[in-house]
């Protein structure tokens, strides 16, 4: 049987009614009506079907009956929202369930409904400080938001002055805290786009300006090949400018760049003043020669003027000037020889003192490399280059206030004995190994330095010091799966470390004096460990 409930929608018309019943008001004659009602619509006679045709006949609002059960489930699930709902709401829609008040209900639901409607700026600020619910998490999200739009300006928009403009009456608005959303969202939407292209337009320069600086370097090194201590420099060089750059990087291309150009300059001035030493010294022996070769050939022209003279002699008075003009000629080139001869001894000594200042001026060289920046076994920043990175992570530390520095100290463990057993060679590749497996496993962020022989200090920006004592054993353990193989020999090398966080008024160097006690405390505990300074 095809039967049709009554809250589908339709209803009857009243003139159908009016046409049968005398009086609607008459409860029998409602009934009897209701009752053909139902069966000429063929519908169940349910207590809710003769209901709505009770209420139809009698032209009652068709109230469907109280759903109280379904009510309740709904108040309970509401209580079991989160965030959690208001209390107060919660009691005010239970209560209207209790009394089967559809009106109560309906003001309690649309309490319910007001909190997750889109608040204003301001409500929000209110809804923030009272609940802290979702629109709390919107006005946390406000300040961030304009920070971030603010930091976006200098950097973004600077050669867009109508980006720029747009920024700042975004930054406006949402300072204004309007109530206009609609208008916001699709400015906020805009200017991110506009944005997200000017960023990928900077990251494709920064590429340009890269491969720029790659042609830079290979150029200087086609131009140093015959210096091999810049040919190393700019070899490092060169990988260092390797992508993807970020700007710890480029600040330490800048360090080695400056170390280059440096370099440069000695050796340059070096061959300078070698160049001038051997014009002077060239200059002199040619002149020398000169004259030594006009000495001799006058010396010549008077000895064979002198022989045909002595053959037309015919007394011995007669020879005796010629004689005289034989011993002066003779004498004189005895002179010239002498000084020739002295003159090249002057030049002897001179070249001799060249070749002493072309040394020193190696030597000099060599300590402008120990002083540069970076540690030349390892490549790794030395003890100058530390402390100007130190510095610059203290600065930055302090700049954003809440950001912890943690740095960390660690010794090579037994290290003597690698190098009496296997050799220094040996020891110094060993150290090479080590920083290559640190290297490996720090973040980018973190800065390796050679602080004395065998011991190393790691900067970690950003990092408490429970964080840092983790990655340092998080190192020894990878030391333990990368042997160091000496020949065929794997040698397992271990270090002690000692970490140190930051205090807000300490300096650097008092940081690294306290996680060297750290570092002892850990050798005399028995090495091959971590503790916190
Ligand atoms: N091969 C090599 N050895 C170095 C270098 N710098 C320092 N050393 C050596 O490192 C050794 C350090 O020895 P110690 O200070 O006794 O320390 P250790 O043997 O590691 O002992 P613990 O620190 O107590 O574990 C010394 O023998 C130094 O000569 C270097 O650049 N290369």
Redesign the pocket.
């Given at each position: 049987m095809v039967t049709r409930g009554v809250t589908d929608g339709r209803s009857i018309a009243a003139p159908f009614l009016s046409a049968r019943m005398s009086d609607p008001k008459n409860p029998l004659e409602v009934a009897r009506e209701t009752f053909r009602l139902l069966s000429e619509r063929k519908l169940l006679p349910t207590p809710a079907n003769y209901q709505a045709c009770y209420n139809e006949v009698a032209r009652l609002p068709n109230v469907a009956g109280f759903p109280e059960a379904p009510m309740r489930q709904l108040a309970a699930a509401l209580g079991r929202l989160s965030p959690p709902a208001d209390q107060q709401q919660l009691a005010a829609l239970e209560a209207a369930i209790a009394r089967r008040s559809w009106q109560g209900v309906q003001e309690a639901l649309l309490t319910f409904t007001s909190r997750n409607q889109p608040a204003t700026v301001n409500q929000m600020h209110e809804s923030a400080s009272s609940s802290g619910s979702a629109p709390a998490l919107l006005v946390g999200l406000l300040p961030p938001l304009m920070h971030l739009i603010e930091s976006l300006l200098p950097s973004l928009c600077q050669d867009d002055d109508s980006l720029l403009a747009q920024g700042r009456q975004l930054l406006q608005t949402l300072a204004a805290q309007t109530d206009d959303h609609q208008q916001l969202l699709p400015r906020l939407a805009a200017f991110s786009q506009r944005i997200s292209l000017i960023a990928e337009e900077q990251g494709e320069v920064r590429l340009t300006l890269l491969k720029l600086l790659q042609l830079i370097v290979d150029n200087i090194a086609a131009l140093s090949v015959d210096e091999r201590s810049v040919r190393g420099q700019i070899d490092t060089l060169a990988r260092a400018v390797l992508p993807p750059l970020t700007l710890r990087r480029l600040d330490d291309v800048e360090r080695r760049l400056q170390d280059v150009i440096g370099r440069q300059r000695a050796a340059k001035e070096r061959a300078l003043a070698a160049q001038e030493a051997m014009r002077t010294m060239l200059a002199a022996f040619i002149d020398q020669l000169a004259m030594m070769n006009q000495s001799s050939t006058d010396f010549q022209d008077d000895l064979e003027a002198s022989a045909l003279l002595i053959a037309e002699v015919q007394t011995i008075e007669d020879l005796t000037p010629l004689l005289q003009r034989v011993l002066h000629a003779t004498r004189s080139m005895a002179a010239d020889t002498a000084a020739a001869r002295d003159q090249l001894g002057e030049l002897q000594t001179r070249v001799v003192d060249t070749n002493a200042e072309l040394t020193r001026l190696h030597e000099e060289l060599q300590q402008a490399s120990a002083s540069a920046r970076h540690d030349p076994?390892t490549d790794v920043l030395n003890r100058r280059g530390l402390d100007e990175a130190l510095a610059r992570e203290v600065a930055s530390m302090r700049r954003k206030s809440e950001q912890p520095l943690s740095l960390s100290l660690l010794?090579?463990?037994?290290?003597?004995?690698i190098?009496d057993r296997l050799g220094?060679a040996t020891?110094?590749d060993a150290?090479v190994h080590l920083v290559q497996v640190v290297r490996q496993h720090m973040r980018p962020v973190d800065t390796l330095a050679r602080y004395g022989?065998?011991e190393f200090v790691i900067l970690m920006p950003d990092t408490r010091l429970a964080e840092g004592m983790t990655a340092m054993q998080r190192l020894q353990r990878e030391l333990t799966r990368n042997f160091f193989l000496a020949g065929n020999e794997k040698i397992l090398i271990t270090f002690s470390a000692g970490v140190a966080e930051l205090h807000a008024e300490e300096s650097g160097e008092e940081a690294i004096r306290r996680a060297d006690q750290a570092m002892y405390l850990a050798?005399r505990a028995g090495?091959n460990r971590v503790m916190g300074g």
């Open positions: 076994l010794d090579v463990d037994n290290f003597k004995q190098n220094h020891g110094d150290l022989g065998e050798k090495k």
